[in-house]
């Protein structure tokens, strides 16, 4: 009994040890990812969602000559028609898909120093990043007063997207604009007066010369 006694503590330690060291490596790959995703996101849009790639279409038929041809930035950049509703959000299975995409760099990491707290971090991030923009995408084209769309922060990121379907070059970011911002793809301003899409949250994006014009 005493011998168990002397042991207790030392396994508190133990035990309160390696939950410190999970926490700590979960917490730094969780903030990392969130940087990771924003290029991730930026590159997957731009070079997979805007191009073929060799033989694989899918992304860019769905992305490009589906959303965005049913999508423009007038008063289509609203969902119009119920029978569109479906081209908003991806395919159910692409988001397990990019979270395991994004991940699989940080396992082989995690293979090589033990810290497998990192895997958690990222699919965690990954996931909730990806949750983030089907929500957000999906109010952003059928918007109906929802609490988000009050947020200063949405009407940006609105006007940042909806400059998107007007200039499909820049822009690429969805959630977090910090790959635009860094690769020189943020359009803050239209460069010319267009007839945009209008609504409670969403912000004038035309250009401040008023005398621009297409």
């Known amino acids: 009994m005493a011998l168990l006694a002397r042991a207790a503590p030392a396994a508190r330690m133990i035990g309160f040890n390696i939950m410190q060291s999970f926490l700590i490596w979960f917490g730094c790959a969780f903030g990392v990812s969130i940087v990771f995703a924003s290029f ?3 590159t997957l849009h731009r070079f997979v969602m805007h191009r073929p790639v060799g033989r694989f279409r899918y992304a860019f038929r769905a ?3 589906v959303h965005h041809h049913t999508f423009k ?3 289509t950049y609203h969902l119009i028609n119920e029978e569109d509703k479906e081209t908003i959000p991806m395919a159910w299975w692409n988001g397990p898909a990019l979270v395991l995409i994004g ?5 082989l990491l995690a293979w090589a120093t033990g810290h497998w707290a990192m895997v958690a971090g990222t699919a965690l991030c990954f996931a909730a990043y990806y949750g983030t923009y089907e929500y957000i995408h999906w109010c952003m084209h059928l ?5 988000v769309e009050r947020s200063r922060m949405f009407r940006r990121l609105n006007g940042h997207h909806l400059l998107h379907h007007r200039y499909m070059h820049k822009n690429f970011n969805v959630v977090l604009p910090l790959a635009d911002l860094i ?3 943020l359009l803050m301003r239209s ?3 267009f007839a945009q899409a209008s609504g409670p949250a969403v912000p004038n994006v035309q250009p401040r010369n008023p005398m621009a014009t297409t």
């Open 40 to 42: 991730f996101e930026w």
């Open 63 to 65: 992305h490009t000559l």
């Open 73 to 75: 930035a007038d008063h």
């Open 103 to 107: 991940v699989a760099p940080v396992a």
């Open 143 to 147: 918007p109906k007063s929802r609490r």
């Open 183 to 185: 690769l020189g793809t």
């Open 191 to 193: 460069k010319f007066t």
